[in-house]
């Protein structure tokens, strides 16, 4: 058998981070069961169909109103399960309507999302599971209060990938990102990527180009100058990908750069996009910012922003600084356009 290619192996890095920092011990204990219940996920997953109907549609439907598939429901189970073995005083899931509550002398919050790109299972395209750590609030008036804090709290957070590889991308408290990748061959987890850094600039987009129609009209100036290339005021061609799974656009922008664009839009109930503060922005926001890259509500710093509640949707931006930042800048002048920016370098690269 090859040599493990890993050079560490997750219990070992945990093992030194709080030894590093004691008061990371409880996040360490969430990610061991984050990993271990990561593991069954990826076996389901592996079986698709081979499983039973993972993708088929269940007559219920989650906080989004998305129908639930099998699978998400599964997840959801798995992962509570596996939060009853770490120090966590209640969970908040896409899953579920409420905060479930399990320890109450717990000290962390755990929010998650269980399956994100759901609706992906049957196509075979990479999905994953979102979790973001909190630290439980002293004296807290009810379970949902732990879990309205800016994302700028969190312990730790990050998601598992369940694609040809199946990753575990991740911080804790304010080391940088970590990546550690499944070795199937003695199941445990080795560090593949240590401290990956953002590009600062890039020319890929990632955003549902079929809603065009419905964005400000910010976003759609952005978005047609990188359409128009080298011709066009940003003066490079771009490229565009958009998998319809946030942990996949996520993962490859933390590994090559690129943007990230979830806005709201005109649609009816879209007004603050689609994706959620607590369990997909907040933790996406965190890893991106401990690997030099910055995630925005198209203006204001995601984790700088206190949830109106535990579902709250909010526009999501993430990826490489400099290009975040030039977003910014159309959404702070109507009139704004790259090539007219003072800071616009002569190599048609933004300087920022
Ligand atoms: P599902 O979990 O319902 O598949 O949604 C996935 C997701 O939340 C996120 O992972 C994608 O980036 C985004 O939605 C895709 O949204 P569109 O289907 O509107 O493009």
């Known amino acids: 058998m090859p040599q493990l290619a890993g050079t560490e192996d997750f219990a070992a890095y945990l093992d030194q981070t709080v030894e590093l920092d004691a008061r990371l011990d409880g996040a ?47 997840a959801n189970d798995i992962f509570v399960s ?17 905060p479930l509550v399990l320890d109450p002398a717990g000290s962390l919050a755990v929010a998650m999302d269980p399956l994100d790109g759901s609706s992906n299972i049957d196509a075979n395209v990479s999905i994953g599971t979102i ?16 879990f309205l804090q800016p994302g700028r709290m969190q312990i730790g957070a990050g998601f598992v990938i369940y694609g040809p590889q199946t990753s575990l991308v991740f911080a804790l ?27 600062r600039e890039c020319a890929e987009y990632a955003i549902n180009a079929s809603n065009y129609r419905h964005w400000d009209a910010p976003v759609r100036a952005f978005i047609d100058d990188c359409v128009q290339g080298a011709e066009g005021p940003l003066k490079r061609n771009h490229n565009m990908r958009w998998t319809g799974s946030l942990v996949a656009d996520a993962y490859r922008i933390l590994l090559r750069g690129g943007i990230f664009l979830y806005p709201g839009d005109h649609r009816a109930g879209y007004q603050d996009g689609r994706l959620r503060l607590l369990y997909e922005a907040n933790p996406v926001a965190f890893i991106v910012e401990l ?37 910014t800048c159309y959404h702070g002048d109507p009139q704004f356009s790259a090539d007219r920016a003072p800071l616009f370098g002569k190599r048609g690269l933004i300087r920022l």
């Open 28 to 74: 360490a204990q969430v990610l061991r069961a984050i990993a271990a219940a990561s593991i069954e996920m990826s076996e389901l997953i592996s079986l698709g169909r081979l499983y039973g109907q993972l993708g088929a549609s269940r007559a219920s439907t989650n906080t989004d109103g998305d129908v639930q598939k099998e699978l998400d429901v599964l």
């Open 82 to 98: 596996a939060f009853r073995q770490a120090p966590v005083a209640a969970i908040v899931s896409e899953e579920l309507s409420e």
């Open 131 to 146: 979790f973001s750590i909190l630290p439980v609030l002293a004296n807290a008036s009810s379970a949902e209060a732990h």
């Open 173 to 199: 408290g304010s080391n940088q990102t970590q990546i550690f990748t499944l070795d199937r061959r003695d199941g445990r987890f080795y560090q593949a990527v240590s401290a990956p850094i953002i590009a």
């Open 291 to 327: 690997a030099g890259g910055l995630a925005t509500d198209c203006v204001r710093p995601i984790l700088d922003i206190v949830p109106s509640g535990i579902h709250a949707r909010v526009p999501l931006v993430f990826g490489s600084a400099a290009t975040v930042e030039l977003l």
